[in-house]
């Protein structure tokens, strides 16, 4: 007799699956019918193929209809209208896929809540994995961890839709100390996104263009409680007491998203 799984199995398998990739983001995929598994499949086992695509053509064309998946990353959507491979959203419609479980949104704005909606409008119910399943795929999916959590410096690609994102700072894998920074108000056309933090923590970096320019933070002066960044612009967040700052450059936005690079420095 074939093996039933419940759904917090299959998601928790799922979770198995993506964590054997070898390549970022990580994502690990379960077929299943009736709580029986049919196939299963993590980005990296097939080469350039993404991991719905690896389970779902393992298995025969009626097969996969009526299905469920169960993938720990949100499916990608076509990015172009002649793009030469179909986009996992699309494969899974034309599969005839009834249900998907999905464990966390694609934060990369070109993609963020795409799949999902793609999903919901060719009537295919979507559901999430349980919160801490969730927590789990968030801290390994993704090359940097978390996605509301960064540590030390670095660069990173974030959607700022709805009400925007809100990012903790860590000085260092050693070091807990943080500084809360919050993107908000993504106006693309106008070629700015707002930058905030607490107790009037941002200043803006007037002609510095490198970080390197930027020997002593406390030169900059008139404080706000959010900066109007565009591109190329550099803010400084330091909140009153804090033992550190965060220098943050706004490298590009998008329609969707932006791109961001930040460095973190101790106060003298």
């Not at 894998?173 to 993504?186: A, C, V, Y």
Request: proline letters at 3%; aromatic letters at 8%; hydrophobic letters at 40%.
């Amino acid at each position: 007799m074939t093996k039933k799984y419940s759904k917090s199995d299959l998601m928790r398998i799922a979770v198995e699956e993506h964590l054997k990739c070898t390549e970022y983001p990580k994502v690990g995929v379960v077929v299943a019918k009736d709580g029986e598994i049919l196939s299963t499949g993590f980005r990296g086992e097939v080469p350039k193929k993404h991991a719905e695509r690896v389970a779902l053509e393992k298995l025969a064309t009626t097969d996969r209809v009526g299905a469920t998946v169960f993938t720990t990353l949100e499916p990608c959507v076509a990015l172009q209208a002649d793009q030469a491979t179909e986009s996992c959203a699309d494969l899974i419609i034309a599969s005839g896929v009834s249900e998907v479980f999905i464990g966390v949104l694609d934060p990369n704005g070109t993609i963020y809540s795409q799949g999902f909606r793609t999903l919901l409008e060719n009537n295919i119910s979507v559901k999430f994995f349980d919160r801490k399943l969730r927590y789990a795929v968030e801290q390994e999916t993704f090359e940097y961890g978390m996605i509301d959590k960064v540590i030390g410096g670095g660069k990173r690609r974030v959607p700022v839709v709805g009400s925007g994102i809100d990012i903790k700072v860590q000085f260092s894998e050693t070091d807990q100390r943080t500084i809360d920074i919050s993107w908000r108000t993504l106006q693309p056309s106008h070629g700015c996104v707002d930058l905030s933090s607490s107790n009037g923590a941002v200043t803006i970096a007037s002609g510095a263009t490198r970080f390197n320019d930027i020997s002593d933070p406390d030169v900059f002066r008139f404080p706000s409680h959010f900066a109007r960044m565009r591109k190329d612009m550099i803010a400084i967040v330091q909140p009153r007491g804090a033992t550190f700052c965060v220098l943050i450059k706004l490298i590009d936005l998008f329609q969707n998203d932006i791109l961001f690079q930040w460095e973190v420095r101790n106060v003298r």
